[in-house]
């Protein structure tokens, strides 16, 4: 008679909690929506665009504060070992966008273009390297 053997995934890749993956997404694209935004503001220095990435940025840091209060919480669940080069980016990353949050806090110009712009292309290029690792990790653990 011909045994069953269970299937085991691979724990550290896939112990997360559900929706942690797909709010860790929306941040990233909530940040990435703030970079065209102030892009929009320099190119048209309509107050509008300050505004939208302000929101923008706010909404980035409540869904990435979501996710990481569910890694949190999978980390004690599953009792994994987190891939420290991704927990590193992906905190330097919830940094910016909160350092960018204060930048935007001022009025007019001066919040969005010297400070402003440079720390959402930075942001996003660390989302990038953030992406990056996370498929380094994904394909070496299939």
Known sequence: M?????????????ASIPGMIMLSYFAAAFFVL???AD???IQT????????????????MVAGGLAVLLWLVGLM????????ALVVVNALVLILAFVNNLAHAADGWTAIVPLGIGLSIATVVLILISA???RRVRVSHR
């Open 2 to 14: 011909a045994t069953l053997q269970p299937v085991y995934r691979d724990r550290q890749v896939h």
């Open 34 to 36: 703030t970079l065209l």
């Open 39 to 41: 892009w929009a503001y």
């Open 45 to 60: 220095a309509i107050l509008m665009w300050q505004e939208f990435a302000e929101w923008l940025l706010l909404t980035g």
């Open 77 to 84: 669940v599953y009792r994994t070992r987190p891939h420290w």
């Open 132 to 134: 990056f690792l996370w």
